[in-house]
């Protein structure tokens, strides 16, 4: 029999969702990931089958097969892990084989069965909530997907045996609440800056506008110390916008501790910086610093 779990594979901000198949057949024991996987995808073996052993559960001695669909689009990153891990163990009947139907999963393992966080959890709950499934994900990252939506199912577990018991009805895990950073974030105001005024009222102006600026000045003149005050009197982030932020912070991993900010975001690259770095792309694509800054 085929076990079938929902992942997602990050195009850009968006996820498109794969399926992860496991099937366990008679035959030599053997471990086997196909479906264009790249490195840390192949490498999910090894944690997959140390963090079972961990939790006190073994491979059966058969010819394992994991396949995620579609086969064309290439996978990459470690969130593949637990799908991997949660289908397994649904095949071998650690959980119920019907536990998964209607959830999303994504998040790495350790190799003691601890679950890791990962980048892009807010962008695969909206996704998940899109197909109106549930998500189940690493715990610190359970306050970053409660954003997607107020009643998208969450189950965000720190380990393995935590989703075994989940599913099982002997310890249920809550629904994670979704948190926001608080305004203390940044103490850097535009009234500690002595004198300028006139560089003060520009600020200003192009803050109540929404203009562009542009700073001209010698060195030392405070121009940084300027631009890195003008968040403080920006208003803070509608919903809609720091939604369309998170997401972006998220794929970069540079969400902490699941919690979002309201604060307006502020980048300040260093003038040697590569295309790269500025516009983003690279074999993995990712978002540079002007997304960043939008
Ligand atoms: N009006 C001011 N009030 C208080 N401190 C100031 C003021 N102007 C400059 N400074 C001090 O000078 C430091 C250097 O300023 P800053 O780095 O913003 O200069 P800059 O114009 O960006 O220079 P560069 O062109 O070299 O990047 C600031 O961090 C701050 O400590
Ligand atoms: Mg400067």
Redesign the pocket.
């Known amino acids: 029999m085929v076990q079938r779990v929902s992942t997602v594979a990050f195009e850009g901000i968006e996820a498109r969702a794969v399926d992860v198949q496991v099937q366990v057949a008679p035959g030599l024991p053997a471990f086997i990931i196909v479906g264009l996987p790249d490195k840390a995808v192949s490498e999910a073996r090894e944690r997959v089958r140390s963090a079972l052993i961990a939790s006190g559960l073994a491979l059966p001695a058969r010819r394992i097969i994991v396949n995620l669909a579609p086969a064309d689009l290439p996978k990459e990153g470690s969130h593949y892990d637990l799908p991997i891990a949660l289908g397994l163990m649904a095949a071998i009947g650690a959980i119920p084989p019907d536990a998964l139907t209607g959830f999303t999963v994504l998040g790495e393992l350790g190799l003691d069965g601890s679950i890791a966080p990962v980048a892009g959890v807010l962008p695969a709950a909206i996704g998940a909530n899109a197909r109106e499934e549930g998500l189940i994900c690493p715990a610190s990252c359970g306050s970053e997907a409660a954003w997607a939506s107020p009643d998208i199912q969450i189950v965000a577990a720190h380990s393995l045996i935590q989703i075994a018991n989940h599913f099982k009805g002997t310890q249920v895990l809550s629904r994670p609440a979704p948190k926001v950073h608080e305004a203390a974030a940044s103490p850097l105001d535009l009234r500690d ?4 005024e006139s560089a003060k009222r520009a600020l200003e102006i192009a803050a109540a506008g929404g203009h562009h600026l542009l700073m001209i ?1 010698a ?8 631009a890195a005050r003008l968040p403080s009197i920006l208003p803070p982030l509608s919903p809609g916008e720091l939604l369309e932020v998170s997401m972006i912070a998220s794929v970069a991993g540079e969400i902490e501790g699941g919690a979002l900010t309201a604060q307006r975001p502020f980048r300040s690259p260093h003038h040697s910086a590569s295309m790269a770095a500025l516009t983003g792309g690279g074999a993995r694509a990712k978002p540079g610093e002007i997304s960043l800054a939008h």
């Open positions: 800056i002595k004198g300028q000045g060195p030392g003149a405070g121009k940084s110390m300027l």
